[in-house]
């Protein structure tokens, strides 16, 4: 099926499954509505395929035309809203109420739910009627990085699209060759990524964003050469000016980070520099291992994992990462 204008690289069965979508509607109009689950990794494409799909399934009248499908009549979204953990039940609500309304031009009326799995069990069971009564002529994209962890009711009532991590050397030929980067630095760009194309771009363009993804891992490997309060300052300023959530969702980057930080060691330690995501960091780690050696690593990554524990028990934040940078 044709896919090459496609706006990701990699996934191409998620791309032929809408391909396939596609064409099921120009055979049979009327036929593909329903619930779809994107199930994958952030910045795979899952949002860009959503919005390439839209285009084309919707963009051949005066009602959506032009602009971004935020600003056609038939399309709307469902997000957290910023200062919250989940999605609560009157936002579903809302939303199941707006799906219900007829369509402007007489075509699908399309919802995105973004991190679906943050629907409250009130909110789940509430789009879970929206479900059962949506006509043929409504669209639902549930957005989650895993289709398991929504409701096994609404799992039942919906197809799954898995996007999944791209190659790390599909990623780097991409920024290589298509937009323009010198191979070492579009090299080191490809495995910081994790697979996610999406993000490489945006780190690759933008050198601020760079150095503040960097920012955690650099605080936790300069932290093992620091005196005990200056390990805490840096922790400190980690979560400066965040609170709530915010401060719980940036010190689950961090541990994340460190994590990463810490399996780098190990691979640098067994000689293997080719499967260290923080490339870039790659001589600060490798002058830790003459006092930091691979037992030491697998103990710091039990600790870390416990971290991420405390986190989802509602430990404060910052006492987490303190704790933490204060122990190594």
């Known amino acids: 099926m044709p896919s090459s204008d496609w706006p990701i690289i ?11 979508l596609l064409l099921c509607e120009r055979l049979t109009p009327g036929s593909i509505g329903g619930t779809y689950i994107i199930s994958g990794p952030d910045k795979v494409g899952r949002g860009s395929s959503i919005e390439y799909f839209v285009r084309r399934l919707l963009g051949n009248d005066e009602q959506h035309s032009g602009g971004t499908i935020d600003m056609w009549p038939d399309v709307f979204r469902l997000r957290r ?31 995105i739910i973004h991190e679906a799995d943050l629907l409250t069990i009130e909110a789940a069971n509430a ?12 669209i639902i994209f549930l957005v989650t990085e895993e289709a398991d962890r929504l409701p096994q009711t ?64 650099r605080i936790f490997v300069d932290a093992f050469g ?32 460190w994590r990463q930080v810490t399996r780098d060691v ?33 103990r710091l990554e039990d600790r870390l994992r416990k971290g991420a524990e405390y986190l989802k028990a509602n430990v404060n934040p910052a006492n ?7 122990a190594l």
């Open 320 to 326: 987490v990462l303190e704790n933490i940078l204060i």
């Open 154 to 217: 609404i799992q039942s009532r919906s197809q799954i699209i898995h996007f999944r991590p791209v190659a790390t050397d599909e990623i780097y030929e991409w920024l290589a060759e298509e937009q323009g980067l010198d191979r070492p630095f579009a090299k080191n760009i490809a495995r910081l990524s994790a697979g996610r194309p999406g993000w490489a771009a945006e780190l690759a363009r933008d050198r601020d964003l760079l150095e503040n993804y960097l920012k955690p891992a």
């Open 127 to 138: 789009l879970l009627k929206s479900l059962e009564e949506a006509s043929d002529r409504a």
């Open 266 to 298: 190990m691979m640098a330690g067994l000689n293997q520099p080719e499967h260290m995501r923080y490339a870039f960091l790659e001589n600060e780690i490798r002058a830790l291992l003459p006092n930091f050696g691979l037992s030491e690593a697998r």
């Open 81 to 111: 809203k910023e200062d919250k953990r989940e999605i609560g039940v009157d936002q579903a609500r809302e939303f199941s109420a707006r799906l219900a309304l007829s369509s402007f031009s007489d075509s699908y009326r399309v919802g």
């Open 10 to 20: 990699g996934n191409t069965q998620a791309r032929d499954f809408f391909e396939s």
């Open 226 to 257: 620091l005196r005990l309060h200056e390990r805490w300052k840096s922790a400190t300023a980690l979560l400066s000016g965040l609170k709530g959530a915010q401060a719980a969702e940036a010190a689950e980057n961090c541990l994340k980070a």
